[in-house]
Nanobody
């Protein structure tokens, strides 16, 4: 089993920054793809960013140029640096890891006030 623990969410004004962290633990035997989804009230969950085992990153068009995903393989941790935040970024952010199936974190709330 794999456990994912997220941290770093909170309330920030528009234009501000937050950094999310997601630490993976458990039965992880190699570096796995990880990333972030988000879900806003009344909307479907959407992919925000992913990072491959080789540290190649992909982003949703809505966050390109503002968000940066990175990872520390020694710590089994993935980060999401979010800059120039907008009210429409308000959502619960979920970390995930792919290892034959998807594993999910519990989610962390990000609220951006205008």
């Amino acid at each position: 089993q794999v456990q994912l623990v997220e941290s770093g969410g909170g309330l920030v004004q528009a234009g501000g920054s937050l950094r999310l962290s997601c630490a993976a633990s458990g039965s992880i035997f190699s570096i796995r793809p990880m990333g972030w989804y988000r879900q806003a009230p009344g909307k479907q969950r959407e992919l925000v960013a992913l990072i491959t085992s080789g540290s190649n990153a992909n982003y949703a068009d809505s966050v390109k140029g503002r968000f940066t995903i990175s990872r520390d393989n020694a710590k089994n941790t993935v980060y999401l640096q979010m800059n120039s935040l907008k009210p429409e970024d308000t959502a619960v952010y979920y970390c995930y890891l792919i290892d034959l199936k998807y594993y999910w974190g519990q989610g962390t709330q990000v609220t951006v006030s205008s």
